[in-house]
């Protein structure tokens, strides 16, 4: 007789402006997206697959489990419906509990409030203490209460801290992107890991150790732990499995010439210690040096990728013209090379596509630090 399937809700966390990628990545992971939001993928699959997708996605940020959704107009309703939902199944007694609520266009919406109700209705099922995101050990379990017209959705966190933690990054220099932004980024690039992959606007090195990663097929997620593994009862059986897997997958011998450079030394510096940590430093070739200096090796052709600074800032655009200009410069110079590079100003962005004198084969924007950054491809 066949099994069936326990399907939960699921809802993965993107980046805002890369959720196809995302997506494609999901699929290519075994779960079928059926709903798309501005930064967020809803998909329903077993337990079995949101560890899978914990352990594999680049480009999510965090995964939660969807528990419930009901009307709630009142604290009562709320409490009553909270009390009924499976929490004794997932929360080990005396787990420690981040709450967060938001309230938009609903009867209840004094966050407080929400956030007490749901504690209390919690506690009858399975005891829990509550403590601020500031005093979230790494165990701690994240809960988040929506409510919008009146609708309340509550989900319980399966991955932990955010996914971009991969464990290996601890130094970062200014304005460093996310893991999870730079993985989709590359995929969206349609980087497959086997070409040279430079960045001569590295910082603290996050394309090339993301490309390392990928190039290695090392899992995201094999260095880190997730809120489900303190979770009262998950399948640990399957889930060593699913790591003993992804360990066999792992090839660093595959791993093609890959190169971050910066100006900067200190940001040479923090990009191998992360290098060191993610025990990449023989897979990446760091230098301090100047992007007009950088020497390329020209041939195999392979991808360069580039977060210039943006020059969001009054007076910066002037003084950044001739760093876009250098850029495109050695751009326009890597023949059969193709090139990704990050922008916030359509100025600066102009003089580089001016430079590099190639028409760009696409463009995606997404959201980083409150700014609205395009990528270009070459
Ligand atoms: C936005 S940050 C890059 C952040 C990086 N993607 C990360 O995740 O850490 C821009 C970097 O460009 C470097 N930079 C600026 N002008 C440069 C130049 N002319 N040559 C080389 N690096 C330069 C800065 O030192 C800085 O580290």
């Not at 809802?11 to 990545?25: D, M, N, Q, S, W």
């Not at 100047?290 to 991808?303: K, M």
């Not at 943006?310 to 007076?315: C, E, H, P």
């Amino acid at each position: 007789m066949p099994v069936r399937k326990r399907l939960l809700d699921f809802l993965a966390v993107v980046t805002p402006g890369l959720e196809e990628v995302a997506k494609e990545e999901l699929t290519a992971l075994g779960v079928e997206v059926s709903e798309e939001h501005r930064g967020g993928l809803g998909f329903r699959a077993e337990m079995l697959d949101a560890m899978r997708v914990n352990l594999h996605a680049r480009c999510v940020g965090r995964l939660w489990l969807r528990m419930g959704r009901f009307r709630a107009g009142a604290v009562p309703e709320l409490y009553n419906r909270t009390a009924k939902l499976p929490w004794a199944r997932r929360l080990a007694p005396e787990s420690v509990v981040v709450l967060r609520a938001h309230a938009q266009r609903s009867r209840l919406i004094h966050t407080g409030r929400i956030m007490d109700a749901v504690r209390d209705a919690i506690n009858t099922l399975v005891p829990i203490k509550v403590v601020a995101e500031a005093d979230a050990p790494p165990e701690a379990q994240r809960i988040l209460i929506r409510l919008v017209d009146n609708q309340c959705e509550i989900s319980l966190d399966t991955s932990g801290a955010l996914l971009h933690r991969r464990g290996y990054r601890q130094q970062t220099g200014r304005a460093p992107l996310r893991e999870t932004t730079a993985a989709a980024l590359l995929r969206w690039a349609q980087w497959d890991g086997t070409t040279p992959l430079v960045d001569p606007m590295c910082g603290s090195g996050t394309f090339v150790l993301e490309g390392a990663l990928m190039a290695a097929k090392k899992a995201p997620g094999a260095e880190r732990r997730f809120a489900f593994e303190f979770w009262r009862k998950y399948d640990a059986y399957n889930w060593r499995r699913l790591g003993t897997e992804a360990k066999a997958s792992e090839d660093f011998g595959a791993v093609p010439l890959l190169m971050g450079s910066d100006r900067n030394a200190e940001a040479i510096k923090a990009a191998r210690g992360n290098a060191t940590r993610a025990g990449l430093t023989q897979h990446i070739n760091f230098q301090n040096v100047d992007v007009q200096s950088v020497r390329i090796p020209i041939s195999p052709a392979g991808l360069l990728v580039c977060n210039p600074p943006y020059g969001t800032r009054i007076g910066s655009r002037e003084s950044l013209d001739p760093v876009y200009r250098q850029l495109g410069a050695r751009i326009k110079a890597l023949t059969g090379w193709r090139a990704m590079v990050l922008s916030a100003d359509s100025t600066l962005r102009k003089t580089l596509v001016s430079v590099v004198k190639r028409r760009p084969l696409k463009e995606v924007e997404f959201d980083h630090g409150g700014l609205k950054v395009t990528t270009t491809l070459f």
